[in-house]
């Protein structure tokens, strides 16, 4: 309970900011509609000079209810959003194209694969760096060049890329999921490869000289000490990682023409200027990183325990 | 007793030994022309300030560093020889065990990289902990031991593959007073009980004559050695042995060949 409380405390001052923000985002609308219709409406006054949409809310507090029941809002509220959200998941079949569980689970698939590919590259990487200083001289740069570039420049490109290469035909998958592996893994190897090599590089020079006087070979100070030691950081940037395949797979589903995912339900959202859709698969993204990052955590916790760390 | 113990062939025998070290700032000489025959049960204190190349000739012994001038043998061979042979193991200052292996765990890891079958491993891990009175801890954590018995098992994972030789560099150093007297003490017991050769590299004056049959009196600028003192203490000592007037006489001497040392630069 009390490990609640300062997150509780939180999130209810989110709320009531966004609560007495709907209606400044909206009445602009509602004013218009009312005076579209012949009723009257009070101008902003003086105070309109300096603060526009705080004036004309106060001026026609009579209009604030409706500013939280749009169909189609500036600013949705939040109970808008669940309810959309409910609608949206427990209120329509699985298999249907509104449902935001189906599109969810088109989001997870890929989020899954390109974390999947993403670590393994970044740990291969980071193996292969750490024990050679010229293949360090040769790769981190362009890894780190590689995460200078935007992802929504190169996403479109890697789509037509591995489009007409018909990757996805050799591998037997969709094109689609293709692409958006490849872009989430992009996102999601470079957190771990950093995270790796300064896990790999984190034994002391006391614990290599205690090794040396075993005469014990690379692979062995690999194995039972270099390796081991990595764990905890690479639990780090496995949360990294995952977070940003999540982002890095609706960047994929963004521009492509998906019709599927979290992020064709945005830009879906957004082409039919349906607010509401949008913010409703925000938060069913923002949902998915957090079921994802406490899945992690819980690898943690279960792998971290058995290598003896305090409880 | 003494005669045979001077007739013993040497274990580690240094001749003319120097190493400089190439740094940033210039060659730093951190040993110069060291001469020195340590015997077999030998218990050898090298004590002296920062910078007189204490542990660095240690670290020779071990083939940790390469010495650059001279000779230096170990039971008879080359330091990297004799390492591969196991002639010795190694305790630092810090414990260092793996957090993510437990006790006994941690006094396999030397046994898994030599090669030791299972039963072997298992029935040394419970000798050795026997050896440093660290009985039934073999299941625990390190984060679940004081610091003392840290120590005390990282001594047992150094005793566990049957070396002859021990080198310890200030393994009781980061201790406190009353913990370092009962590991000392305790460190002769397991002297006496295997006959090993002991290196020992220590700050402490008191440490260096409770404990050692020879005692390497060194200073720096550079590296060497300043006086060798071969204690008349018997090799059984109880802790009041401090107040005798032998052991008061032999920490005089440590004390003044520290000073001289110290009066050269």
Known sequence: MTRATPILAVLALILAVWYLAVPMANIQWEVDQAARAGTPTNPAGALGAVLPQTALVLANPDLIPATYAQERPVLPAPHQIVEELWKTTAGTKLSSKKNLVYHGLVTLTSTFWGFVVGSLLGIVMAVMITRSRTVEMGLMPWAIISQT???????????????????????????????????????SYFPVLVGMIKGLRSPDPMQLDLLKTYSASEGQGFFKLRLPASVPYLFASLKVGIAASLVGTIVGELPTGAVEGLGARMLVGSQFGSPIMVWAALFAAAILGGVL???????????????GVRA | MKDTLATASPVIS???????????????????????????????????????????????????????????????????????????????????????????????????????????????????????????????????????????????????????????????????????????????????????????????????????????????????????????????????????????????????GLRAGHSDD
Not at chain 1, 293 to 306: D, F, K, M, P
Not at chain 2, 51 to 72: D, M
Not at chain 2, 97 to 107: M, S, V
Request: glycine residues 10%; charged residues 20%; neutral net charge.
């Open chain 2, 14 to 256: 240094a001749q003319g030994v120097n190493l400089v070290f190439q740094t940033g700032d210039g060659p730093v000489h951190a040993l110069k022309d060291v001469n020195l025959t340590i015997n077999k049960g030998d218990f050898v204190s090298f004590i002296g300030p920062s910078g007189c190349g204490k542990t660095t000739f240690l670290r020779a012994i071990a083939a940790l560093e390469q010495p650059t001038g001279g000779t230096l043998t170990v039971n008879g061979m080359a330091p990297d020889e004799a390492r591969r042979g196991r002639a010795y193991g190694y305790v630092f200052q810090a414990a260092g065990l793996y957090p993510w292996r437990t006790i006994a765990g941690n006094i396999k890891l030397p046994l898994e990289i030599m090669g030791f079958d299972k039963a072997e491993q298992a029935a040394r891990v419970e000798r050795v902990l026997d050896l440093v009175d660290l009985a039934g801890f073999g299941k625990k954590f390190p984060w679940q031991l004081s610091g003392g018995m840290q120590q005390r098992a990282s001594i047992a994972r150094a005793l566990a593959f049957d070396a002859d030789i021990l080198l310890m560099d200030e393994p009781f150093g980061a201790l406190d007073e009353i913990v370092r007297d009962r590991l000392n003490e305790e460190l002769l017991k397991l002297w006496a009980r295997t006959g090993k050769t002991i290196g020992f590299v220590t700050h402490s004056i008191p440490e260096a004559v409770y404990l050692s049959t020879k005692i390497v009196v060194m200073s720096p600028r550079p590296g060497r050695i300043t006086d060798v003192i071969d204690s008349p203490l018997p090799r059984e000592r109880p802790l009041d042995i401090r107040d005798t007037p032998e052991f008061i006489q032999i920490a005089h001497r440590v004390r003044e």
């Open chain 1, 149 to 187: 570039v935007p992802v929504v420049a190169i996403a479109p490109m890697i789509v037509v890329l591995s489009n007409s290469a018909g990757l996805g035909e050799h591998l037997g998958v969709e094109n689609r999921l293709v692409s958006k592996v490849i872009i989430a893994a992009y996102l």
């Open chain 1, 293 to 307: 990052i406490s899945i992690v955590r819980l690898a943690e916790g279960l792998v971290t325990r058995r290598m």
